[in-house]
């Protein structure tokens, strides 16, 4: 008996099935382009027969089945078994196809992504867009909130996953990249060299605006005036590019700094701290430069201060006015060391260190032995006698961390928490150091409270995103 036309093995089909050619089955255009496995697949329907039959239309066009259709092409079979749907609208048919096949394991990340969005977009011609907000509960349609929880996807990761479709459908080199990671960090360039490019465009003529080497002069949008320009030169030149230490030893006295913020790499190893309990590293730390632990702070022979911390310490103090603080942010184990260090430099610390609380995002990297770290400590130091302007307050200050996709910075820390810090320390008006500048979030801060502030960053590519962020906030809806 021929097995390619009757011998189909063990009928498991819950629904009956009736034969047809295979030359008569129209299998079209199928989302999933990769068939993998093909061979395995022939040779489980060769053993124990056809265990799910493929599923065509009234039209004998193909509704699911696409990669058992492959294997029996490629076994010879000339006639099959199949279960037919009846009555079935052409925009459903694709429905039922695409969520066949979201199901399946083994899809590229590519066909993953695109299939999402395309249950996304056929869900909601068929029902609707639901609208957001208090009208939804009142609302027919489906959202994009119910398509993922449909598809067993949390909304967060279903959002991304077709926002970098929906790119990809404009930038089709994106597909190219390994992995949807790689493909987010592609786009994310290629959004920051559009807002460059278009800033180019924009700003025209006489007054300079420089992000990235791309110089731009006067504009002719009446949205940037003069002093708005000027000010975007005056942040890329308060982000200094350099060694900070360096920097520190090049500035003259007598600056007038009323206020100095240090956040030194900790010397402690910033990967193994910021993974979860999977052992992932939780935020991106490239280009992200640590301070080896026996570089950052020891005495010597003598007995005398040595190390990174020390030369920070005692550059912040000689260029301190006579009246001035500092806020001086370091990781728990070296509490002891710093106090002695900075005391011998001249500083006045507050032994009872203030604490940011961030709440229950907390992370370690032995869950079975330490429970999880949710607060970083800083002193409030003091040359002379400086005052704080929110007395009384308590030395708490409770602000959650950033997401990973929101920073730009690995150790960057949210502006409403520096901004408080700032509301603490800071007399109006003064001139603000930030020896370490990092995401440039404490410039943001001191511009927007009306200081003046500067300090150094070794990343470059940190600087470009700080001056696009600073474009973003202050034009509002011009980019």
């Known amino acids: 008996m021929d097995l390619g036309i009757l011998d189909v093995g063990p009928d498991t089909s819950t629904t009956p099935a009736e034969f047809l050619f295979v030359e008569s089955i129209n299998i079209g255009e199928r989302f999933r382009k990769d068939y993998t496995k093909i061979d395995e697949l022939c040779q489980s329907i060769t053993d ?27 076994l010879g079979w000339l006639q099959i078994p199949v279960t037919r ?31 999402k969005n395309e249950i996304l977009r056929l869900k909601q011609d068929l029902y609707g867009i639901k609208p957001s907000g208090r009208a939804a509960a009142f609302s027919s349609g489906i959202s994009q909130k119910d398509v993922a929880e449909q598809l067993g996807d949390s909304p967060a990761n279903f959002s991304m996953d077709v926002a970098l479709a929906k790119a990809m459908e404009e930038i089709p080199e994106l597909a190219a990249c390994s992995s949807k990671d790689d493909a987010r960090k ?39 005036a003069p002093a708005k320009v000027s000010f ?3 942040a890329d030149a308060s982000f200094r590019i350099g060694d900070a230490i360096a920097g520190l030893r090049s500035l003259t006295e007598n600056q007038n700094i009323k206020y100095i913020n240090v956040d030194t790499p900790y010397g402690i190893d910033l990967n ?16 992200y430069i640590e301070w080896d632990k026996n570089e950052f702070l020891y005495k010597d022979e003598q007995g005398n201060w040595q190390g990174n911390a020390f030369e920070v310490a005692k550059e912040c103090f000689r260029l301190a006015d006579d009246n001035c603080s500092m806020t001086w942010w370091f990781a728990i184990q070296w509490y002891q060391p710093l106090v002695d260090m ?36 800083f002193f409030s130091c003091r040359k002379g006698q400086p005052v704080i302007f929110k007395r009384g307050r308590s030395n708490i200050f409770r602000h959650k961390k950033l997401s990973g996709d929101k920073k730009i910075h690995p150790t960057e820390k949210p502006l409403n928490l520096m901004k408080e810090v700032f509301e603490t320390y800071a007399s109006p008006g003064c ?29 470059s590519e940190v600087k470009k995103r700080f001056l696009i962020r ?10």
Not at 92 to 115: A, H
Not at 470 to 479: S, Y
């Open 342 to 377: 900075l005391t011998s430099v001249g500083w006045k610390i507050d032994l009872i260190p203030n604490i940011w609380d961030t709440g229950e995002q907390g992370q370690t990297n032995q869950p079975e032995l330490y429970l999880a770290r949710c607060y970083e400590p």
């Open 431 to 459: 001139a603000i150091l930030v020896p370490f500048i990092g995401s440039g979030n404490d410039l943001l801060t001191g511009f927007s409270m009306g200081h003046s502030a500067f300090g150094f960053d070794l990343n």
């Open 232 to 234: 975007y030169n005056q």
């Open 470 to 479: 600073l474009v973003e906030m202050e034009t509002g809806g011009l980019l």
């Open 186 to 224: 592609k786009l994310k360039q290629m959004q920051e060299q559009l807002i460059v490019a278009e800033l180019g465009r924009r700003h025209r003529a006489t007054a300079q605006i420089n992000i990235d080497g791309q110089t731009a002069v006067k504009s002719d949008n009446p949205a940037l």
């Open 85 to 115: 749907m009846k009555d079935i609208s052409p925009a459903k048919l694709r429905e039922m196809e695409l969520e066949e096949n979201v199901q399946r394991e083994n899809l590229t990340w590519q066909e993953e992504i695109s299939l």
């Open 272 to 287: 193994a701290i910021k993974r979860d309990n999977g052992g992932e590293v939780k935020i991106q730390v490239d280009n």
């Open 48 to 74: 124990f027969g056809l265990m799910q039959y493929p599923v065509v239309d009234d039209n004998n066009n193909l509704i699911a089945g696409g990669r058992r259709m492959t294997a029996l092409k490629k």
